[in-house]
């Protein structure tokens, strides 16, 4: 099973469309990101949308989806999320968080808030 990182406006994650980050937005952030690159499709026709790659500083190859208003970030790598994303969710002036709620920041990593 693996572990996921979450780019989202909202207090948590799993409530990001309460405060989405609208996918036209994403899809234009990450054309003019030179670190994210398509690397296949989710869906079909006039629904489907891309998946972006991301190459970390270990070599490690992630993908960046868009789900329901939030970023979702899916591969292993050994290295700081924070480091690694960071730019990405600043960029989206939204926040970095993992699937147990903490959030990972400029000052180091943040406990869950619930």
Known sequence: ???????????????SEERPIALVEWLTYAESNSALRVGGWL???EERQPI????????????????????????????????????????????????DGERYTASGVLPPTR
Not at 2 to 14: D, V
Request: include cysteine.
């Open 52 to 99: 972006y790659e991301h190459v970390c500083t270990d070599g490690s190859l992630v993908s960046l989806t868009w789900f329901e208003g939030a970023i979702e970030i899916k591969g292993n790598f050994d290295g700081d999320p924070y480091r690694e994303f960071g730019s990405i969710a600043e960029g989206l002036q939204a926040n970095l968080q993992g699937d």
């Open 1 to 15: 099973m693996g572990y996921e990182l979450h780019i989202s406006r909202a207090e948590e994650y799993y409530d």
């Open 43 to 45: 869906g079909w026709d």
